[in-house]
């Protein structure tokens, strides 16, 4: 019953927020200036008159979507952006447009599959021999698969990629040039609206390990790694505060990934926002003052959002809330698979 309550509330908090009316609805709220598009430069006309000069930004899945979009925005603002992609190619192609949009050529590629722990460390090593800091960390990259698959490593693939290497790993290995960027630093893991439908299940539901091919539910092996990040964000926020740790909800994004997805049922999420729509309140997040920002939170559209509304009429009710043992248990497993 809890399920059915959660998944139906958050369908229905989804029509009136995460599509492009909701988003059209938010924007009219926005204090600070709003860009049309994620290339235009500083000193242009329509620009937010925001500076990223001296950052560095390293963003995850950047070769398409979403991650692009912040990629451009990040360089078109004078940031030293690094790219992190699997396929070369895609990622020079992208690195290339990207160059052309916003004249500056502090674009580099990372190659590696975030989904493997060997591949995570490979680019951190890369990263470390190049930058001695990093002022803001996207973890952008992720899968929603359909058919359930592992990687080389014995990992359920979207676990993998989504929680366990491409955010926890991934931002733990960082944590020393996330603190030579000062006060300011942050990272931030893209989740979703989807992690309003469950609480982190139990260790065996969250890593798949024990589905049959037959049996295994893609969509919820998303919602439970997007419920992970939010809960590695928190425990983080406590355990380093001089870091900045967020996670965020793009919204409903009509990208190729929701394509190919969620097919013809991708109707049910219109009118979808479009790619900006989705990255510009994310990318908003690279450069807000730390004061104005709540380390740990939950944010779309520029706002902290509740973390969950499966209580009666869309209050957070404890369908969907995790105890301080569940996710020490998460942390240590976290933990214990990337052996550290």
């Not at 990272?187 to 469950?198: E, K, T």
């Not at 037959?214 to 997007?226: F, I, N, S, T």
């Not at 729509?277 to 939170?297: D, H, Q, R, T």
Request: hydrophobic letters at 35%; one cysteine or more; proline letters at 3%.
């Amino acid at each position: 019953m809890g399920n059915t309550i959660a998944s139906a509330q958050f369908y229905v908090k989804g029509t009136r927020q995460f599509n492009r009316n909701g988003y059209n609805k938010a924007v009219k709220s926005y204090s600070d200036p709003l860009q049309t598009s994620a290339s235009i430069l500083r000193n242009e006309d329509g620009a937010d008159n925001v500076d990223l000069g001296g950052k560095v930004i390293m963003v995850t899945g950047a070769n398409s979507g979403i991650g692009k979009e912040m990629a451009t925005y990040a360089a078109a603002k004078g940031a030293h952006v690094y790219m992190v992609c699997r396929s070369k190619d895609r990622a020079e192609a992208a690195r290339d447009e990207i160059i052309s949009l916003t004249s500056n050529d502090k674009v580099d590629i990372l190659l590696g599959d975030l989904s493997l722990k060997s591949q995570v460390q490979k680019v951190v090593n890369e990263f470390k021999r190049r930058e001695e800091k990093v002022d803001c960390l996207v973890c952008n990259a992720g899968v929603l698969l359909n058919k359930r698959s592992e990687t080389s490593e014995g990992n359920e693939t979207t676990f993998a990629c989504h929680l366990l290497n491409g955010s926890f790993l991934l931002s733990t290995l960082l944590i020393p040039q996330l603190k030579a960027a000062g006060s300011e630093s942050r990272a931030i893991f893209v989740s979703s609206g989807g992690m309003y439908n469950s609480k982190l299940p139990s260790w065996e539901l969250t890593t798949s390990t024990g589905a049959s091919k037959d049996k295994y539910d893609g969509q919820m092996a998303y919602v439970y790694a997007k419920r992970g990040q939010v809960l590695l964000a928190e425990r983080y926020a406590r355990d380093y505060p001089e870091i900045t740790w967020l996670t965020c909800h793009p919204g409903w994004v009509d990208t190729p990934a929701v394509d190919s997805a969620y097919g013809s049922s991708k109707k049910y999420l219109e009118p979808m926002r479009k790619v900006w729509e989705g990255a510009e309140g994310i990318s908003w997040l690279f450069w807000k003052e730390k004061e104005n920002l709540k380390n740990g939170a939950f944010y779309l559209d520029r706002k902290p959002q509740t973390k969950h509304v499966a209580g009666p009429f869309f209050t957070e009710g404890s369908h969907t809330k995790n105890s301080n043992k569940d996710v020490d248990l998460m942390m240590d497993n976290l933990k214990k698979n990337c052996g550290l």
